[in-house]
């Protein structure tokens, strides 16, 4: 059998984003698997109650109704070569600082890529469309027990 692998100096053509060539072969990473481990280390952060907005929330009750979770959720990512971007979507929990909770998100969605991915984080943009207040889950509760 001959062998048809390339060195790295020797590759022609484009590689996909998350792709990187060796000598001893290539690696792809997805960005569906960057999305998850950008949702998982936003959700550690203290304050961060859910990701996603209306509709994805909505959609990941009925997930989590089924036993099923979707770590991407109210996560935008863009995949370059060496690079990238991401969005993130939160609600926070309150009374909070909203620029602290971020700021934190930012941190860790940073920390989190470079270190388990190996590619360096250009921007991380965080949208908080919703506060989560305490009485929330009160009221939640008390509708449930009425019926």
Not at 35 to 54: D, Y
Not at 61 to 68: F, G, P, Q, T
Not at 75 to 101: F, K, N, R
Not at 135 to 146: F, K, N
């Amino acid at each position: 059998m001959a062998n048809t692998s390339a060195s790295p100096a020797s590759v022609t053509g484009t590689t996909l984003p998350g792709t990187t060539q060796t000598a001893d072969g290539k690696t792809v990473i997805n960005d569906a698997v960057v999305a998850k481990i950008v949702g998982i280390a936003a959700r550690e952060v203290p304050g961060v109650f859910a990701l996603g907005g209306g509709a994805a929330r909505a959609i990941g009750a009925i997930r989590d109704a089924i036993n099923s979770k979707d770590m991407a959720q109210g996560i935008s990512v863009e995949v370059g070569e060496t690079q990238v971007a991401v969005d993130v979507t939160i609600v926070a929990e309150y009374p909070i600082a909203l620029q602290d909770v971020a700021a934190k998100v930012r941190a860790s969605v940073i920390s989190a890529v470079e270190t388990l991915v190996g590619m360096e984080v250009t921007e991380v943009n965080v949208t908080i469309n919703d506060v989560h207040l305490p009485t929330d889950d009160a009221a939640e509760q008390a509708e449930a027990r009425v019926q």
